[in-house]
């Protein structure tokens, strides 16, 4: 599978050139942009399928953002969508950071979209080798910390991350220095 952008990027501004595909009824006419493997490499977009067109990064930030500052309900459903599954391999704090703003404004409006596209993130970047930042492990505690009873997603993902030997080490430390005694033994009891 290819990632999209190369995330040693560090500025959305060289993302312009990157394109990548979404579904439409009217397709636009593009000559296979470039775009960049996971490895990093830079590659060639396949052919437009019909009903499918070719947005940059940028082009669809923009939108998405305007959209979403018009009210238009969704708007940010492909970014957090995006920065969920692209974070996790391609770690960019800016990325991470207006993600997490984001998504914690819109809850504050009653939509959940974003934080559940957050979660998701959690998800995945606690399953993954690399070892999380400690700004996103203080994210990932504070929220925690915030949780009511009774479903807590946070709680039982994090205590699935805690109790499974997969859990990199360098994440472990981090979450166990910042959770309290209590905490920990919450993770560590049976059900």
Request: aromatic content about 10%; proline content about 5%.
């Amino acid at each position: 599978m290819f990632s999209i952008f190369n995330l040693t990027i560090p500025r959305l501004a060289r993302l312009q050139g990157v394109k990548f595909g979404f579904s439409s009824p009217q397709a636009a006419a593009v000559d296979s942009p470039a775009f960049y493997t996971k490895e990093g490499e830079q590659t060639q977009m396949p052919p437009a399928k019909p009903g499918q067109y070719f947005v940059s990064y940028i082009a669809l930030h923009e939108s998405s953002l305007q959209q979403r500052d018009q009210g238009i309900e969704g708007a940010m459903t492909p970014m957090y969508s995006f920065w969920a599954n692209f974070l996790v391999d391609k770690f960019n704090d800016g990325m991470y950071t207006e993600f997490k703003r984001l998504a914690d404004a819109d809850l504050e409006e009653g939509d959940t979209i974003g934080m559940q596209h957050l979660i998701n993130y959690y998800h995945g970047a606690l399953k993954s080798q690399a070892a999380l930042s400690e700004h996103v492990v203080i994210d990932l505690v504070t929220l925690l910390r915030e949780e009511k009873e009774p479903h807590r997603p946070i709680f039982k993902m994090l205590r699935i991350a805690w109790r499974d030997g997969a859990l990199n080490l360098k994440t472990r430390k981090r979450i166990g220095d910042i959770l309290t005694d209590v905490e920990k033994s919450e993770f560590d009891k049976g059900g």
